[in-house]
């Protein structure tokens, strides 16, 4: 992957390939990978802080549901933004 990552950055692409914006599909597997890494940290410290691992569960599930939904409309619009293309 890393090897794949360096070839490709070493191809010239033209601003055109670059200003295209990702597909919806791809926010939706960004939003699920991170929520998946946030929902672990937000368990530890919620059981941490709670001691009690159905409080924490519960904390995580919402904590997710509602994160993912925000992350995938932050990434449309942002993707929507042309500045910085």
Known sequence: ?????LLKSKEKTTYKE?????K???????ALSW????????LIVSYILTGEMSVAAS????????KMV??????????AVKWGK
Request: proline share 2%.
């Open 35 to 42: 929520r998946v890494v946030g929902t672990l940290d937000t």
């Open 24 to 30: 919806p599909i791809r926010s939706v597997a960004k």
């Open 70 to 79: 925000l992350y995938f409309f932050h990434e449309r619009i942002w993707n």
């Open 59 to 66: 904390i995580a599930s919402v904590d997710f549901l509602t």
């Open 18 to 22: 670059d200003a295209v914006g990702e």
């Open 1 to 5: 992957m890393i090897a794949q990552m």
